[in-house]
């Protein structure tokens, strides 16, 4: 019994080490008249980790 408990938890369970992320809006207005150029800027802090975990609380039937 408990081996099948350990391979549906395994089978269910998403795990991911990652970073805090920080994300800036750079907006250059290029010409009069002209719409401006926007773009993101997107950096990770290594100095903040993060660990990131997903269990399913219950299994879903496919009909």
């Known amino acids: 019994m408990d081996k099948k408990i350990s ?12 970073y805090a992320c920080h994300c800036e809006k750079d907006i250059e207005n290029v010409a009069p008249g002209q719409p401006p150029k926007t773009t993101l800027k997107l950096y990770s802090d290594i100095n903040k980790p993060l660990h990131f975990s997903y269990a399913v609380l219950a299994a879903s039937k496919c009909q």
Do not use: A, K, R, T
């Open 7 to 18: 391979e549906i938890f395994l089978n269910s369970l998403f795990e991911y080490d990652g």
